[in-house]
């Protein structure tokens, strides 16, 4: 069984935000194959998928953001997951708006839903997909920047980064991490930089 968690925090008022990409990128996954993930189990919002006749568990930690590692934990003991079973998905400030990466492990680089994770496993080796919303101008926190809508002109691009990111985990669960990031760490962004 695998695990593929969305990082974000529940309710409307952060629904269209930056921090919130990897719970759009699992309701992304879901719509596409027909999932419902709905079921509160593990702090979490979860659904069933089959992909390849394996069962893969689509999650939206109910937590907020900076508890995520509490749902992680929950999941990993309760359905005996191993770790490197676990592909998190998540907002990174590090990375241009709209580039994706993905990584076997490493640390959290200050995304504190990553350090929560980190802390609850004691354990490194999860597949990360990360999502670049780039940094913020420097006049504005990024804990502020994370936790605002995107722009007008990123939102129009949007959807086709969040298609991209959810056909990397597609990618990830057929080909494994390696082709994975093959194809998605070394993909230029349209018209963007590289």
Not at 14 to 24: A, C, I, W
Not at 138 to 152: G, H, N
Request: charge should be negative.
């Amino acid at each position: 069984m695998k695990v593929v968690l969305g990082l974000g925090n529940p309710g409307n008022k952060y629904e269209q935000t930056r921090h919130n990409v990897g719970f759009m990128v699992v309701d992304r996954l879901a719509s596409e194959n027909r999932v419902v993930v709905r079921r509160r189990k593990y702090h979490s919002l979860v659904g069933d998928w089959q992909t390849d006749g394996e069962k893969v568990l689509l999650v939206k930690p109910q937590t907020y953001m900076n508890h995520s590692g509490d749902a992680a934990r929950r999941l990993c003991s309760d359905l005996g997951v191993e770790v490197k079973d676990l592909i998190v998905i998540y907002d990174e400030l590090d990375l241009p708006f709209g580039r994706i990466r993905i990584r076997q492990k490493g640390g959290a680089a200050g995304h504190q839903g990553v350090i929560s994770i980190l802390e609850a496993l004691g354990d490194q080796n999860f597949i990360r997909v990360r999502v670049g919303v780039g940094r913020p101008p420097q006049e504005i926190d990024p804990t502020d920047y994370v936790l605002e809508p995107f722009s007008p002109e990123e939102a129009i691009l949007l959807p086709d980064i969040v298609s991209r990111a959810a056909e990397a985990v597609e990618t990830l669960l057929e080909k494994g991490p390696h082709r994975a990031m093959e194809i998605f760490n070394r993909a230029r962004l349209e018209g963007g930089e590289s």
